[in-house]
């Protein structure tokens, strides 16, 4: 027998008990009812019936002449009702005496009116015949109720018994019904457990053929079968892991992994290695904790630190190490893992990736076309000085006349002149910044005297499309560490990008406040150009890079940004760029505040 087929007996037998119960107490209220009615119909009656006419006796008892005739009427009346209600044994016999001696008295009195005393002469009888028959009745009263008191005590007794059986009954399928429904589900969850514990061999005993039994020889099959996938999976995964810990093992770059937590996942031998700590004792420890004993680790975990949008994506930093006596250069490149996580429905960061590649070889190659431009810089800067001292004879007209087309056309070398001279003086700028040999003369100043010193040296650019210079720079700003000379040619640069992109009568906007965290100010500065696409806002700080320009411009080299975001990175800030086309251009570049 199936579980469903139980529980609906269960509840069918409980429904009939219930339907028996109550028809079996109806029977016996009704029972009751009929009983208590007819004593009240019959015998109740004959004693209502005799006390009347007790009391018509009595007002014939008062008045010995004339006689009361509506006593005797009343009488008479109350004792033909009480002759239609005879219910017990012997009151048919006193109804009939009554009737008799009232039928003598009457025909007595038709032929003697004179005589009414026979009425009083009489009235004993009449009084012991009506005291007859109400005892007759009362008897009845008392006896007929004792019988309806036995059989209410005998029905109670029926009630309580089929009562007694069917909570018996009830309570019998209530404890075994729901323990026949849970002992199996209590079985499949412990097998489940089991399997959530990777336990696959805590079957379930088939001991019934109802659904119970079904359900167990399925999850049985599916044990088995989750068994031979988990040996299958497992052999797969393995695998797997021992390919990608061999890919891993043989990079050539150095690899760490760290997750959410700040603890070291993974760290290659290269890695290891660079460290100088065995890959044991970097494993599982908090990052934390490795960098307070290794100056290197410490280094990483500042590159991790920096914000996403402030970490440079196509210039990554160069790390200069000390290996087998001589100098190395590796690339940190951070990248943060972000992946789905499909309980919660969202994007959630698990973990950060370092990598440090060897770029020894691009380094010496870099130094020698390094040096190649410091050469030929120096190289060019004598001859085309000396042209451009030639070129101010020749128009001066020192050396002899020219004329109006000689001006034009000297005018025209002297302008290309010194362009080459700028592109020289930004080469031999480059090449000190990597060499690392351009001097800082690092002091304590104030932002609104570098703003004002650049904002009255590109006045005279303004006039040309007519722009205007909004200036806003807070007189209690703090004073900042910085290379005045330096930081003013960046804000020049920034100052003459933004005039020569922005239209007729447009406007330039300077602003200056304390950064977040009160350690560095921040400038900006505004334009009202073309703006500048995603693709090509961190590519516009690369050496020799230059966006198309819709303008039709091409005078520039491409190392201003990169020579202003190597000046402020050398001062300890950074140089960066937000901009929408369409929407113009904000520079920002920050500066430590001064000790």
């Known amino acids: ?111 003697d009116t004179t005589s009414p005393q026979i009425w009083q002469a009489n009235m004993q009888e009449f009084r012991r015949l009506t005291y007859r ?156 904790e490795v960098a307070r004993h290794n100056d290197l680790f410490r280094e990483l975990l500042r590159h991790l630190d920096t914000p996403a949008a402030q970490r440079p994506q196509e210039a990554a930093p160069v790390l200069t190490l000390a290996q087998n006596g001589e100098e190395v250069y590796y690339r940190v490149a951070v990248n943060d893992v972000i992946s789905f996580n499909e309980a919660l429905d969202k994007m959630e960061f698990v973990g950060s990736i370092l990598t440090l590649h060897n770029v020894s070889e691009y380094k010496k190659l870099d130094q020698a076309k390094s040096n190649f431009l410091a050469t030929v810089s120096h190289e060019l800067k004598t001859p085309l000085s000396s042209i451009n001292f030639s070129l101010k004879l020749l128009q001066n007209g020192k050396v002899g006349s020219v004329n109006e087309e000689q001006q034009q056309i000297l005018a025209t070398i002297k302008q290309e002149n010194q362009r080459l001279l700028k592109l020289v003086g930004e080469l031999i700028d480059v090449s000190r910044l990597e060499s690392g040999n351009i001097q800082l003369n690092f002091q304590p100043t104030q932002v609104r005297d570098i703003v004002q010193f650049a904002a009255d040296t590109i006045q005279l650019q303004l006039q040309p499309k007519q722009l205007t210079l909004d200036i806003q720079v807070p007189t ?84 201003g940004l990169s020579i202003a975001r190597e000046f402020i990175g050398s001062q300890g800030g950074q140089l960066w760029v937000e901009s929408e086309l369409g929407s113009g251009s904000t520079f920002r570049f920050t500066l430590p505040v001064a000790g």
Do not use: C
Request: aromatic share 6%; hydrophobic share 45%.
């Open 1 to 111: 027998m199936n579980l469903k087929t139980k529980i609906t007996l269960a509840f069918v037998t409980m429904l009939l008990l219930l339907l028996g119960v109550s028809a079996f107490t109806l029977y016996s209220l009704n029972r009751l009812d009929r009983t208590a009615r007819n004593v009240l119909q019959d015998n109740f009656y004959s004693v209502e019936l005799g006390q009347q006419m007790l009391r018509a006796l009595d007002q014939l008892q008062l008045r010995e002449t004339p006689l009361d005739a509506a006593a005797q009427q009343r009488f008479e009346q109350l004792l033909a009702r009480e002759a239609g209600n005879i219910t017990e044994p012997g009151e048919q016999q006193v109804v009939d005496s009554l009737f008799d001696r009232v039928g003598g008295l009457n025909r007595y009195l038709a032929s």
């Open 133 to 288: 028959m109400i005892d007759l009745n009362t008897r009845a009263l008392t006896r007929k109720n004792e019988a309806a008191n036995r059989t209410a005590t005998q029905q109670q007794r029926y009630v309580l018994a089929l009562l007694t059986f069917a909570l018996l009954t009830s309570l019998l399928f209530v404890l075994s019904v729901p323990e026949a429904a849970v002992s199996g589900l209590r079985k499949l969850t412990a097998s489940i457990e089991n399997a959530t514990n990777q336990d696959y061999s805590a079957s379930i005993p088939v001991e019934s053929h109802d659904e119970f039994g079904t359900v167990a020889r399925a999850f049985n099959r599916m044990l088995v079968q989750l068994q031979d996938y988990r040996t299958s999976t497992l052999a797969q995964l393995m695998a797997e892991r021992n390919r990608a810990a061999s890919i891993v093992n043989n990079l050539d770059e150095g690899l760490l992994l760290i997750d959410e937590n700040r603890r070291v996942l993974l760290v290659n031998p290269v890695a290891a290695n660079l460290l100088a700590l065995p890959a044991a004792d970097l494993l599982g420890r908090p990052a934390d």
């Open 476 to 559: 209690e700003l703090p004073a900042v560490r910085a290379d005045i000379e330096k930081t003013t040619w960046v804000l020049l640069n920034l100052l003459a990008n933004g005039i020569r992109y922005s239209p007729e009568q447009g406007q330039l906007h300077i602003r200056a406040a304390l950064a977040a965290g009160g350690q560095q100010v921040e400038v900006l500065v505004q334009d009202d150009g073309p703006g500048i696409a995603p693709q090509y806002q961190e590519k516009i700080f690369q050496r020799f890079v230059q966006i198309p320009d819709k303008t039709g411009y091409r005078g520039g080299s491409g190392l």
